[in-house]
């Protein structure tokens, strides 16, 4: 089974519509436009935590990395990452 991930910096949303409007925009702002921002310091500083604990994509010769995609740091922008898993 695969599945996307959406983390972004902010208030916890009100609501699940609310949390999928912030989401919606963030998106078109930060990842869906032609334009890619370097990510935040808090967003790095959670993608290397991620990292930590399971490899990258890139350096994963055993298969045992639950992301989808690599480097996980080029699925973030700004304050947002949005990233395709696999479960394990």
Same mark, same amino acid.
């Given at each position: 089974?695969?599945?996307? %991930? ?17 989401? !919606? ?24 935590? %991620?990292?930590?604990?399971?490899? !990258?994509?890139?350096? !994963?010769?055993? !298969? ?7 480097? %996980? ?6 304050? %947002? ?8």
């Amino acid at each position: 089974m695969s599945y996307d %991930l959406a983390v972004w910096e902010g208030e916890r949303p009100a609501d699940d519509k609310t949390a999928g409007e912030v989401f !919606d925009d963030l998106y078109d702002r930060y990842i869906g436009s032609e334009g890619k921002e370097p990510p935040s310091e808090r967003i790095a500083a959670y993608v290397a935590a %991620l990292l930590e604990r399971w490899c !990258d994509l890139t350096e !994963d010769e055993e !298969d045992t990395s639950p992301w989808s995609t690599g480097p %996980l740091i080029s699925e973030a922008s700004g304050p %947002l990452i949005y990233f395709p898993s696999n479960s394990t």
